[in-house]
């Protein structure tokens, strides 16, 4: 069965950008279906259901660009030619669905997994482009993960290489150095002298061959304590932090 994700969001001129969360402000709505992409050399399109729950005509555009990851906490995403999205501007009506095929237009690397995002962006109405809007104004903006599987057995793991903390929020900086990502979807953190974890709900991707960021909200400034990850490939990753790491 597949993953169907659903969007709302307040009309406005700024983005909002989320991943795999649900927003929780009305006025727009928009269900989409599935919410991840897999192509391989054997699987080289697929489509995405983009279905309207609005009560007024809404549109939107769709790109697709490279995703990679960098050790400064940031997503870094580029124009790419490797893979295709159409129709790349569209009109939904109430109760309306929009299919768009996304496609490869070039072989699988034959070592390591490709990494995309597809965002798709709810566009301003004519007539709420010329309103003039005062104060801090959102827009919705998905951005559907999108993989081109490597010709290679897939492999992955997951290494801790180090730590920030602000104040109770830690970031432990995690390297996979397999050639598929790895997908968090629960993070625990443990506390000595607890009787129970923390448990957060977390969409987070370690992209293949890179670093990334797991966020962890602390009891208190002491980062000590087991961390487990639950992931989508490894199945669950511990981690013992010491107030050293």
């Known amino acids: 069965m597949k993953e169907r994700y659903i969007g709302k969001a307040v009309l406005c001129t700024a983005f909002l950008l989320i991943f795999w969360g649900p927003l929780t402000t009305a006025e ?15 699987h080289t399109k697929d489509v995405i259901r983009i279905s309207s729950q609005a009560s007024s005509t809404m549109s939107y555009q769709v790109e697709i660009v490279s995703w990679s990851q960098s050790d400064e906490r940031r997503e870094i995403y580029e124009p790419t030619d490797e893979v295709l999205v159409v129709p790349p501007l569209f009109t939904l009506q109430p109760g309306e669905e929009q299919i768009v095929r ?13 990494s995309y ?3 798709i962006t709810e566009l301003a109405a004519p007539q709420e482009e010329k309103r003039e809007v005062t104060g801090v104004n959102m827009r919705l903006r998905l951005g559907v993960p999108v993989f081109v599987a490597a010709r290679a057995l897939p492999s992955a793991s997951l290494e801790h290489i180090g730590s920030k903390q602000m104040e109770n929020q ?13 997908r968090i979807s629960e993070v625990r953190f443990h506390a000595p002298g607890a009787e129970e974890p923390q448990i957060e709900s ?3 991707y370690i992209l293949a061959g890179q670093s990334g960021y797991v966020p962890i909200v602390l009891p208190d400034t002491r980062r000590a304590g087991k961390v487990t ?4 490939t490894l199945g669950n990753v511990e981690y013992e932090l010491s107030a050293a790491n």
């Open 28 to 42: 727009a709505q928009v269900a989409i279906s599935p919410i991840r992409v897999d192509l391989s050399d054997d």
């Open 102 to 114: 996304v496609g490869m237009l070039t072989d699988a690397d034959p070592s390591v997994e490709r």
């Open 117 to 119: 995002r597809m965002f």
């Open 170 to 182: 830690l970031f432990m900086q995690m390297h996979n150095s397999g050639n598929t990502h790895v």
């Open 202 to 204: 977390a969409a987070i």
């Open 229 to 232: 990850l639950v992931t989508d």
